[in-house]
């Protein structure tokens, strides 16, 4: 059996369903797809019974008080008939008519106007149990699709880190690298790679004989990132680093 018939039909039994054509949300939620013609089929109808509903309620209330207009006349038309006029016989008769006609239409009406209820409630009933079946569908797509997303997040945090860790293992290699030509050479002949590779290191080596193991022992002191840091100390590791800059 279909998961309509054995899950949501019983869910839906003896609940009080809105009417969906006239709930704002149900209208905001089905704009991000493409209803199915089976769908607005049921969307018309229930908009169409709704309006006749309408209808036919109006046109009840003026019957009943064409009805009252008529019987009204009735008293004064039957006193004008016993005196022997002709022309009010002939009115007479035909508010007789009139009052038998929208006596009919009276029936007529309220047998319908009793109907509509559960027609509209059935296919209310009908489009309600197609809504749930495509929010269900739409709601596995996205799981799948939500977990799909969170396995490439994961990832590429792994990712991340060991790039981070790269990078970090790259900048030491380097600052050694500094240092010892640095040492070797001096300050003049290495500032012509420490102006082109590391602009920082220039900072580090100024008239004030800073020396550039102050730069490697300030690096050194920074905490290093590991593939074992959290997702919130990896955070805050990269916010502290771009404040630094």
Sequence with gaps: ??????????????????????????????????????????????????????????????????????????????????????KAEKKLAEHKRLIDECNEKLEAH??????????IDATNFNLMLFTMEICYEQIKNNTTEIKEIAEWIIQIRKELKKKIIRKQEKEIANNNLYQYMHQLFGGEVIEIFDMQYHPEIKKVIEPDKVKVTEFAEEKSKEPEITEDNTDEELAQMLANKAAQK
């Design 1 to 86: 059996m279909s998961r309509t018939e054995t899950i949501f039909k019983p869910a839906l039994q003896g609940k009080k369903i809105p009417i969906l054509t006239l709930d704002n949300k149900w209208h905001r939620l089905f704009t991000q797809y493409n209803p199915s013609p089976q769908m607005k089929k049921w969307e018309e109808e229930i908009n169409n019974m709704l309006k006749r509903q309408g209808k036919l309620t109006t046109e009840i209330k003026e019957i009943k008080v064409l009805k009252k207009k008529m019987m009204d006349e009735i008293v004064g038309l039957a006193e004008e008939v016993d005196q022997g006029n002709k």
């Design 110 to 119: 309220n047998d319908e106007l009793l109907e509509l209820p559960a027609l």
